[in-house]
T-cell receptor, first 114, second 112 residues
Framework: EAGVTQSPTHLIKTRGQQATLRCSPI?????VYWYQQALGLGLQFLLW???????NRGNFPPRFSGRQFPNYSSELNVNALELEDSALYLC?????????????FGEGSWLTVV | AQSVTQLDSHVSVSEGTPVLLRCNYS??????LFWYVQHPNKGLQLLLK??????LVKGINGFEAEFKKSETSFHLTKPSAHMSDAAEYFC??????????FGKGTRLSVIA
């Protein structure tokens, strides 16, 4: 069974541009989470989608947005890129938002803003 | 509100010696607790999880953790470290209808 897949693996953008990152959850998983892992800042929760709806978002500006498609895949959009957006963006999926259900992570997308 | 505190940012052990990575949590509800491992330039892999069953949880690669409610702790241990255990370890709490909350991570170094 395929795990959580993310694309692209690496992305280089210049300041002010937009970046789009994509995530395909494990088959049968309806919840998708996005986390940012910036150097020295640990894992910060960005967004949570379930059944196509945004359920929660972390403490990030509105230029971070996303959506979940009918097939439960998701994309994360970052507008007006800033240098500090350079980070590893991790996508994760879960069968259902139940506290004991495990969240499975993809390998991540490295975004570099120059 | 939930929070996780990993008490050590960096732990260094010799190969073959025990590993102890410490984690304290705070949660308003009965929590589920997880340990994830991240090898360099990789995603996160689940090591083990606690979900209100047995308080001693066994995971992959010889790791285990004990849930102690009275101490609000969920420390990760392994009897004998291998070089391949060198990685970043994250303690995570989940409860209610909220996303996972991660600790800041503990970097484990294993010395030959």
């Amino acid at each position: 069974e395929a795990g959580v897949t993310q694309s692209p693996t690496h992305l280089i953008k210049t300041r002010g541009q937009q970046a789009t990152l994509r995530c395909s959850p494990i088959s049968g998983h309806t919840s998708v989470y996005w986390y940012q892992q910036a150097l020295g800042l640990g894992l910060q929760f960005l967004l949570w989608y379930d059944e196509g709806e945004e359920r929660n978002r972390g403490n990030f500006p509105p230029r971070f947005s996303g959506r979940q498609f009918p097939n439960y895949s998701s994309e994360l959009n970052v507008n007006a890129l800033e240098l500090e957006d350079s980070a590893l963006y991790l996508c994760a999926s879960r069968v259902r938002q139940t506290s004991g259900n495990t969240i499975y992570f993809g390998e991540g997308s490295w975004l570099t803003v120059v | 509100a939930q929070s996780v505190t990993q008490l050590d940012s960096h732990v260094s052990v010799s190969e073959g010696t025990p590993v102890l990575l410490r984690c304290n949590y705070s949660s308003s509800y009965s929590p589920s607790l997880f340990w994830y491992v991240q090898h360099p330039n990789k995603g996160l892999q689940l090591l083990l999880k606690y979900t209100s069953a047995a308080t001693l949880v066994k995971g992959i690669n010889g790791f285990e953790a004990e849930f102690k409610k009275s101490e609000t702790s969920f420390h990760l241990t392994k009897p004998s470290a291998h070089m391949s255990d060198a990685a970043e370890y994250f303690c995570v709490v989940s409860s209610g209808n909220t996303p996972l909350v991660f600790g800041k991570g503990t970097r484990l170094s294993v010395i030959a």
